[in-house]
């Protein structure tokens, strides 16, 4: 067996056995495979796909090829959550402190940007002194004393996954069903928990562009958490435009600190609390929507969320005082703001270009291992179905680097869409599979 015969068999679109897949993800794993044969193995992926019996395969083998986390000593049911990408997504920073303070231990191992997405850990590092690569004892400690933790993935833990994933990256083979599916999937058997959510985005700013695709990758990981013994269901969002107002590392968690306060931008409360109340029903914390959503309502009103964020901060030796003084967070140096050009209504913004924008200001890499800048970023000030007026501002840039502005700014004016008719939004749910 040969990794050669291997990718030429997937090339011409054949299905790989267990004990190929076996051998392909132990010999990369152990270095004996190189980069550029893995690249090519990936791309043929992307362009032949993988039936059922190969993903499930192609997961538990990336599961095992390290440790698996052991959680039994943490109390009550451990629910995860993931999602599939998004621009905007800072949904993980306020759903997880929410389910922690209505006392379900949220234990969760995070991934960084992907592609045009941003990623958890990303934005927690942004956070002064947040640590994201904190011991496994520490991790359960956290969860033991105060409900929550949340780490980057370790290199014991899944190095397939974390191998591949940063591939993946930087050689154009991330929008593949199989391969997100056993990535998020071999992660989160591996992490230990006994619950996962699902938060499987769709539109121009996620990686599955259609509903149909969307749901196949939901069903496909619904499927595998089932096989595997986890509670699992996922969530169908849209993300036909950047969620929230915010895109960028700590201009994010300030937006999710601003919902856990009771404030911020409707679109993000609405998936953020639909997920939270989706784990609150996973982790046998409320009987129905309707009891979760009142919790929910509950612990943010009296401040039990946000004191479970500052408890995570805390915890990972990160400076609380954030949550009340923006001012801590690294600025970005520059300012520009995007104006309309014509009178009318905001009809669409092209998400994964506003996406690539914040990559190309440093909030995102371009190559393998990068150091991005979290004080960049953007801020939409008029969204999809808003009317404007010539000279009005569309979009606030945040930059440190004059270049870097002026090719995020061209790139950001064609991502608005400008008509002379209303559009109307569309539903932010599009639908649940349990």
């Known amino acids: 067996m040969n990794m050669l015969d291997l990718i030429i068999k997937k090339k011409n679109g054949e299905s790989l056995s267990k004990e190929e897949i076996g051998y392909m993800i132990q010999g990369y794993t152990a270095g004996n495979i190189p980069d550029y044969q893995m690249s090519a193995m990936l791309m043929a992926i992307c362009f032949c796909g993988m039936d059922d019996e190969e993903t499930t395969f192609l997961t538990m083998a990336m599961t095992d090829s390290g440790d698996r986390l052991d959680l039994s000593r943490i109390n009550g049911i451990k629910v995860d959550k993931h999602s599939t990408g998004g621009v905007g997504d800072k949904v993980t920073l306020i759903a997880a402190p929410v389910v922690a303070a209505l006392g379900v231990p949220v234990a969760k191992m995070s991934g960084r940007g992907l592609g045009f997405t941003g990623g958890t850990i990303d934005k927690l590092e942004s956070i002064p002194g947040f640590r994201t690569d904190i011991s496994e004892e520490e991790f359960i400690r956290f969860v033991n004393t105060d409900g929550i933790s949340i780490m980057s ?121 639909e997920i939270a109340s989706q784990m609150l029903l996973a982790g046998g914390r409320a009987k129905d929507s309707d009891e979760a959503k009142a919790l929910i309502d509950g612990c943010i009103s009296d401040g039990r969320a946000l004191d479970a964020l500052c408890r995570l901060i805390k915890n990972q030796g990160g400076n609380t005082s954030v949550t009340d003084d923006t001012t801590l967070f690294k600025k970005a140096g520059i300012i520009k703001d995007l104006t309309a050009e014509d009178d009318g209504f905001v009809n669409a913004i092209h998400c994964e270009m506003v996406g690539n924008c914040v990559k190309l200001l440093g909030g995102g890499r371009q190559v393998k291992g990068e150091e991005i800048d979290p004080s960049v970023g953007l801020e939409l000030l008029k969204k999809k179905g808003d009317p404007l007026e010539k000279g009005d501002v569309l979009a606030r840039i945040f930059a440190c680097d004059e270049e870097k502005l002026e090719a995020a700014e061209k790139l950001l004016s064609r991502a608005y869409v400008i008509g002379r008719e209303k559009v109307q939004k569309g539903p932010l749910i599009l639908g649940i599979i349990s």
């Open 153 to 273: 993935q370790t290199a014991e833990l899944a190095p397939a996954d974390r191998l591949l994933y940063a591939l993946r990256d930087v050689t154009g083979t991330v929008d593949s069903i199989p391969l997100i599916a056993s990535s998020i999937m071999s992660k989160k058997i591996a992490s230990g928990s006994d619950a996962i959510v699902l938060d499987v985005t769709v539109g121009s700013g996620a990686f599955m562009k259609t509903e149909k695709e969307a749901r196949e990758l939901a069903s496909c990981m619904v499927r595998i958490g089932k096989l595997a013994g986890l509670e699992t269901r996922a969530l169908i969002t849209d993300m036909d435009e950047p969620l929230g107002r915010f895109i960028g590392n700590s201009l994010e968690v300030m937006e999710a600190i601003e919902v856990l306060k009771g404030k911020g931008p409707e679109d993000t409360r609405e998936v953020s609390l």
